[in-house]
């Protein structure tokens, strides 16, 4: 009888174990392959869908990352920035950072459609925007990265968090390398997706005080040309003017040669060559375009993932991206 029981056990916990596998779900996981049996085309038609709103208008390049951007900062990557308002949802659109400044959704919204024909139900929102950057920057001269996918959409939105995490235009390198140290991006990680500020423009309510400022950090003659648009007395305050004068809708290393030469448009920009532990970072992309692409695809991928991610079980795949179904 002993024999018995004990040439038993090592039978019974095999046949545990074996049980207790098959029961447990597998974690789900981001993946590059993510759709290739349930949608296998829709990579290629996003990418076509983005290509034909950036040809439309290159600036769109720029608003595209920045929704991007704006998204993962808030929930992580889970499209919340896309859902309008409603009697149970404060939309994130109409957060301080986001409102009147925020575009691209006509862009997103169209790539849904056109995803939604091929496989209804099937390709996230998240997944879809976050796709939408990197055809962004590829459209107009940018770095390409893998995109993992498989990110689901949240049901809810967070005016509240939108408003407290997002970086401002008057940021100090404190409260820039906080902020996105909270999302899990180090200070080299920062200062190269502040370089997305190549391309795009800003409101002139966003640059006032640094061009009327007079101060050391801004180049004079820099200044004076953005005061043409951006009168001292308050009102054009939604003018626009080209984040970098030079080559506002091509993806280059511009940006930092501009902070170098004391003409960054944003306070939130100048800062990153201020003295301080990125201007190593910020003197070596201005002078090595390569370095800084590579470094951009890198924190782009690293955003994409920010945590927590809807994944698996979590979340929904909207049937639109800017309602919950």
Request: glycine letters at 8%.
């Amino acid at each position: 009888m002993a024999c018995m029981a004990t040439s038993f056990r090592p039978i019974f916990s095999i046949a545990a174990l074996v049980l207790l596998l098959t029961l447990v779900p597998s974690e789900a996981q981001l993946s590059a392959t993510f759709y290739d049996s349930t949608c296998p085309n829709a990579v290629s038609t996003i990418r076509t869908s983005i290509r034909q709103a950036v040809s439309a208008e290159r600036r769109m390049a720029a608003s595209l990352i920045r929704l991007h951007f704006h998204d993962c900062f808030v929930q992580g990557c889970d499209a919340s920035i896309l859902l309008d308002e409603t009697s149970t949802i404060q939309s994130e659109k109409t957060a301080g950072p986001n409102a009147g400044s925020v575009r691209g959704f006509q862009v997103i919204d169209a790539a849904k459609t056109a995803v939604e024909r091929l496989c209804p139900g099937v390709v996230s929102c998240a997944d879809i925007l976050t796709l939408a950057a990197r055809d962004a920057s590829v459209a107009v001269g940018g770095p390409s990265w893998t995109v993992r996918l498989g990110r689901r959409d949240s049901t809810t939105a967070n005016r509240a968090q939108a408003n407290t995490d997002l970086p401002g235009p008057t940021s100090t390198l404190t409260q820039l390398i906080t902020r996105f140290d909270a999302k899990g991006l180090n200070a080299r990680e920062m200062v190269a997706l502040s370089g997305a500020h190549t391309l795009g423009q800003s409101q002139c309510g966003n640059f006032r005080a640094r061009i009327y400022s007079n101060g050391s950090d801004i180049e004079a003659n820099f200044a004076s040309t953005r005061r043409r648009q951006c009168p001292q007395d308050g009102s054009g305050d939604s003018n626009l003017a080209p984040l970098d004068l030079v080559t506002p809708n091509s993806f280059d290393n511009n940006y930092y040669r501009n902070l170098v030469a004391r003409r960054g448009l944003l306070q939130s920009d100048q800062v990153l060559l201020s003295g301080g532990e990125t201007d190593a970072i910020v003197t070596s992309y201005s002078s090595n375009p390569a370095t800084f692409a590579s470094d951009f695809a890198n924190a782009m991928i690293k955003m994409g993932e920010i945590q927590p991610l809807q994944l698996g079980q979590n979340g929904i795949i909207r049937r639109t991206c800017g309602a919950v179904n």
